[in-house]
């Protein structure tokens, strides 16, 4: 693309031709360095703590990449080898989108594998640039060449540019929720024990017991710690879902509905926290952004450590941005190489997604609970309920015993990781005991699941075919001091009893004593359970030392089985009641403004039900049914329950049986 344009041309037009071909320079980096890689920071950028840092790099190489083309541009006038090299230039750009294009076939059309996967297949593109650099070459001098290139340079440059920086400007970075620590709600006037609820992710109860020493016991003395526990679930969510919401999921509403419901409803231990006039403050992840609906003020562990995490999250970017745009070849011989040697397969196979590696979690995690540690002394002493969700010993294996890491360093064991756990367990219960504020509080510690660890011959083993229910369970109860050892208690226990533990403990907390352990049913509040159906409220009442006491039923729009109220009303303190009468749904209501459920039943009873309530018989339509047997009613608008006034037609479909 050398000037074309004759020195006899208007100086406005000469300018306006370098203008043309500055521009013109634009497609070949964009397409090379911008586009590669804010998509893949786009879709990894809550990964990244929202670190547009990390694109730096790829900023510099398309500046630098101009820079050469400008130059080349420069001496094209004058050199023919520069003027070939120019032309090699501009056709690199589109000649890598095709070559994007051709990677994103693979599996899908024959023979493209072969193009892309292949060291023979790779040279064919080198040569393509080649053949087409002869033949089209030329072709590049004409200034309305030039102008194309030009404007698909500055539609490429607004369009990648524009949706970057939109991404950048309004993301944000997550750091709290409504309020600052200077404006927490203020603690209730009764002295509320503080609460604190330190969630350690796949932290199963074999690998505790393969790390805890006899200093380690004496260093939790005043914990009682439960071998037998179980987790409901072994996945994280619907595991915390069942914990925050005291009950197991009993299948009779969709997943989300469930987790939903955990920690978006009266059932969450957070609500009642509130309404007992408790502060709450969280230390947790990213994940946790749709689930803070209670919560005062919530921490996120990448906004607590952002600078430190900086140089894990560039690495991790470059990873994954040379794992994404690396053909198959050249990409196997640097898995050899110090770039790639210790990922694992799960590793690559987030790296072929084009996701970012996780290995900056338990890292994230581990500097966003020192932080919590370091902001400890100027929060309130009393009345407060901190939650901490750390993401260890969870997999990515990266922390040592002493919870120290390396950037780029091999895999530490999993005991090594387990141990940093203990450790930052007794580092904190060290902080509340130099704050005294240890022997006021209710301190629990446990994990959300296990792993695929199992102890066999006393060795552990890992790759087993699921995750182990098995996962730890530590309590502080209020009034109890570090005096001794760690107690062990082989009672068998649920992290569903964690609202209940905690209930138990707010509810003894400033009467005298002595109280039973806040793990035994003490019936200080009624559940909630409200929205259950009959049988797992049940089970609830049953879990936390109630009975279920008379049972009413009362027509509503809800399920038949549906509890619709109950007495005590939900959180009233128990006072020693045992048993809860509840209100249940025996369905949508029938009378003379209800609309009855036909479907399934004769058409000879919606005749009698239509002559009774003086509506007319043309409501009746008989339409065909493959199934139904002549005279069944197969449908009916309005639905059951809803009013049958006259206010809306009513439709009555019965099957003529006619197919």
Known sequence: ??????????????????????????????????????????????????????????????????????VVRALSGISRPARVFLWAYYLTGPLFLVFAFFRGLQGIVPGVDTLYGTSAGLTFWPILLLVATAILGP??????VVRAFAAFGIILLVYEGGTLLHNIWSAGVPTSGSVS?????????????????????AYQTDLLEHTLT???????????????????????????????????????????????????????????????????????????????????????????????????????????????????????????????????????EKLQEGRLLPATAPVTSYLGFKSLMATEKALSPSGRYTVAHVIIPHYPLRLRADCSYN???????????????LKLIQDFVRLLKDLGRFDDSLIIIHGDHGDTYRTKNGELTENARSRSLDTVLLVK??????????????????????PMIIMNSVANAGTPGPHLPPWTPQRSFAPFVKGEQIESAEMILNRQGFVLGEVTNAPSELA??????????????????????????????EGPDVMPDFVGRDVSEVAEWLARNKLPASSIRHVPHAVAPMGMVVAQTPPPGHQADGSKEISIYVSNNNP
């Open 477 to 498: 109860p209020v009034g109890k001091t570090g005096e001794g050892e760690l107690e062990v208690l082989e009672t068998r226990t649920s992290l569903v009893d964690v």
């Open 139 to 144: 072709r590049l001098n004409r200034p309305s």
């Open 407 to 421: 950037l780029g360093s091999s895999k530490t064991h999993i005991l090594e990781q387990s141990q940093c756990a």
């Open 1 to 70: 693309m050398t000037e074309s344009v004759s020195s006899d041309s208007k100086p406005a037009e000469r300018f306006a031709h370098r203008v043309y071909a500055a521009l013109s320079l634009l497609p070949t980096p964009l397409l090379l360095f911008v586009s590669t890689s804010s998509d893949i920071y786009l879709r990894n950028q809550a990964l990244l703590q929202y670190q547009h840092q990390v694109l730096a790099p790829f900023a510099k190489l398309f500046v630098l990449t101009l820079l050469v083309g400008a």
């Open 181 to 201: 620590p200077a404006r927490l709600p203020a603690a209730n006037s009764r002295q509320l024990p503080n609460i604190y609820h330190i969630i350690f992710d």
């Open 214 to 348: 006899d200093e380690a016991k004496k260093a939790l003395g005043g914990f009682t710690y439960f071998p037998n526990n179980k987790a409901e679930w072994s996945q994280t969510f619907m595991s915390l879902s069942a914990i925050f919401a005291g009950r197991r999921y009993a299948y009779d509403r969709t997943i989300n509905s469930f987790m939903s419901r955990a920690f978006d409803s009266e059932v969450c231990i957070l609500y009642w926290l509130k309404s007992q006039q408790y502060q709450t403050l969280a230390y947790v992840t990213n994940n946790w952004d749709s689930r803070v609906r209670y919560l005062d003020r919530v921490i996120y562990h990448g906004a607590a450590a952002r600078d430190e995490l900086l140089p894990l999250n560039e690495e991790s970017f470059w990873n994954v941005w040379l794992y994404s745009n690396t053909p198959p070849p050249l990409r196997n011989a640097a898995m050899r190489s110090k770039w790639f040697g210790h990922l694992t397969e799960e590793d690559l």
């Open 560 to 589: 038949s089985g549906t509890v619709l109220s109950q007495d005590p009303p939900p959180y009233q303190a128990g006072g020693g009641t045992e048993g809860v009468s509840l209100v249940v749904s025996s369905g949508p209501p």
